[in-house]
């Protein structure tokens, strides 16, 4: 029987990590497996790394997009309101 200390330092393969990949292709999938393999104790510790690396990320990305869409929502909708209406003026 394999202890938790030799599964953490197993060695992943080609083939582990492809369908690592192929798995967080999959949406919604991809957010809850990523939170397993970061936070499950019997995952390899690359694969874990890798995970918690992977949720900062998007963690990170998603606040990025946040503030953009912020922004640029404030700005057209300022833009929209202060310029002439085009819709009620006569030829």
């Known amino acids: 029987m394999e202890t938790t ?3 953490k330092k197993e060695v ?3 083939g582990d990590w492809l369908i690592t ?20 104790h019997s995952t390899p510790t690359t694969k874990a790394n890798w995970a918690k690396a992977t949720l900062i990320l998007i963690a990170v990305l ?3 997009y ?5 922004v640029f929502g404030a700005a057209f ?3 929209m309101q202060s310029g002439q209406d085009f819709m009620d003026t006569p030829y």
């Open 66 to 70: 946040i503030i953009v869409f912020a």
């Open 62 to 64: 998603l606040v990025l």
């Open 21 to 40: 990949l192929i798995i967080t292709a999959i949406p919604i999938v991809n957010i809850i497996m990523l939170f397993v393999w970061a936070f499950n």
């Open 5 to 7: 200390e030799t599964i």
């Open 12 to 14: 992943l393969s080609i």
């Open 77 to 79: 909708f300022g833009f």
